[in-house]
């Protein structure tokens, strides 16, 4: 499989919470996603996007959500732990599209003030995301203690999540490039060939 064409990846800003410290995340994950080449990013923020209700009929999504999600060829999610789940604006843009996320996959990257790191979110986000139809990565990014991990200016402190975070990138081009050879070439009840 010799396919040249740039995966298209939509990074999702998993909260809209004012001064939220998961913003250093989203920033350093975007740079790691930023340094491969054979990637055209996207970036989808709750903060910017206009889900007004619950539920994904044609008033209750945005259109450049849409055009993201229907293009993309797999997501990276940084999403804060929120009283052991997700935060309410994520779940909303998430639930705003169902078909676009049919046979592609996502990378988790979770971040939390104590010490697990988003682990309970990313557990509530891999059932939500298979109900969608996405297949998830297993290769996650836990950011335990947020608060002592990056400088005043948003520098990342601990090398050792520079390799964490490139393991998870990494997977998601494997399996981003290897389920949009499968949705292009083996048909489903999904799509067509």
């Given at each position: ?85 997700i ?17 592609k ?17 990313i ?8 109900e ?62």
């Open positions: 499989m010799n396919d040249a064409r740039k995966l298209k990846i939509v990074l999702i800003h998993g909260t809209s919470r004012p001064g939220n410290r998961t913003e250093m995340v989203t920033r350093f994950v975007r740079s790691m996603l930023e340094e491969h080449d054979e990637i055209e990013l996207s970036y989808a923020d709750p903060r910017e996007m206009e889900t007004p209700l619950d539920g994904n009929s044609d008033g209750q999504k945005d259109p450049r959500y849409s055009n993201m999600t229907a293009e993309a060829d797999g997501f990276f999610i940084v999403t804060p732990e929120y009283n052991h789940g935060p309410g604006s994520l779940k909303r843009l998430l639930d705003s599209e169902l078909k676009n996320y049919i046979h996959p996502v990378a988790f990257a979770g971040v939390s003030a104590g010490p697990w790191g988003g682990v309970r979110a557990e509530s986000l891999v059932s939500s995301v298979r969608m139809g996405m297949t998830a990565c297993f290769t996650d990014v836990h950011f335990p203690k947020v608060q002592d991990l990056f400088d005043d200016d948003g520098n990342l402190l601990d090398v050792a999540f520079v390799e964490r975070t490139e393991r998870a990138v990494t997977e998601l081009i494997w399996m981003a490039r290897t389920m949009r050879y499968g949705r292009e070439n083996i048909a489903s009840r999904y799509h067509e060939v």
